[in-house]
């Protein structure tokens, strides 16, 4: 992989370079990280990513990322890739089933101690990290039963302590093809750790990398235990792509 003409990086971002945290605003990538992604934006080449499920205002609040990052959030659904702007266009009827999403979900995380709701340009996440785990269940439980019923066209995600549902249908392999497209890149190393980056693995090539952070079944081929332990591949990235293109 080292060796490629043109490499892209995609990395997730929580659980992937950061811990995961009781509150999401929180969350930071572990030490070294930045360096890490500064070294291989350095390197001829190599063009490095973020991709994640947040809203990408949050994204770049908590990641902080280099100008020459490329980033894409909501699944997919938002991106800013060379340019400042980022794109998003909602529907009318989008809008008005965001409307009505907001309405059942925070009805729900309203009357169940420790849930919280996240708003997202395209949908909304109910998360159950603080309840207990019989409340968390109960609330997830409650949000399908009343969306199927008012909105049973909605993209439904279940995460680690997240539900997430979306009025756009877009996931993190929607947002890879896109990004080896913009960047041509001839491989792609991508690393996650959630249900939703299986999506990311499952459309990787032959000669790519899927690299998954912590238990659980995954069709990446490798795999690491910690954020940190990530960081320590980076740099082994750049390391090999430094001596081999001397």
Do not use: C, W
């Not at 929180?26 to 947040?54: H, I, K, N, Y």
């Not at 999403?101 to 009805?107: K, S, T, Y």
């Not at 299986?198 to 090539?205: I, Y």
């Not at 954020?227 to 001397?246: F, I, M, S, Y």
Request: hydrophobic share 40%; no cysteine.
């Amino acid at each position: 992989m080292a060796v490629a003409d043109t490499l892209l990086v995609a990395l997730d971002f929580d659980g992937t370079l950061a811990p995961h945290v009781d509150r999401p605003e929180d969350a930071r990538a572990v030490d070294g990280t930045r360096e890490a992604v500064q070294r291989l934006l350095d390197l001829d080449g190599v063009r490095v990513a973020f991709v994640s499920g947040r809203a990408l205002v949050s994204l770049q609040h908590v990641a902080d990322p280099q100008q020459d990052v490329l980033l894409t959030g909501s699944h997919g659904i938002e991106m800013r890739l060379d340019s400042p702007d980022i794109e998003l266009n909602l529907l009318a009827d989008e809008l008005d089933q965001l409307d009505t999403l907001a309405r059942v979900l925070e009805g729900i995380s309203g009357s169940v101690a420790g849930t919280t709701i996240e708003r997202k340009p395209a949908g909304m996440a109910i998360h159950t990290r603080l309840a207990s785990p019989h409340d968390g269940e109960r609330a997830q439980r409650e949000a399908r039963e009343q969306l199927n019923d008012e909105l049973p066209g909605l993209t439904v995600r279940e995460g680690k302590n997240v539900l997430e549902f979306s009025v756009r249908s877009r996931t993190k392999g929607d947002a890879l093809d896109v990004l080896r497209g913009h960047t041509s890149a001839d491989r792609v190393f991508y690393a996650g750790d959630d249900v939703t980056d299986e999506d990311g693995f499952a459309v990787l090539r032959d000669l790519d990398i899927g690299l998954k952070i912590g238990p659980g079944p995954s069709l990446a081929g490798y795999r690491v235990r910690s954020p940190k332990e990530v960081t320590e591949v980076l740099n082994l990235l750049a390391d090999l792509r430094t001596d081999l293109r001397r």
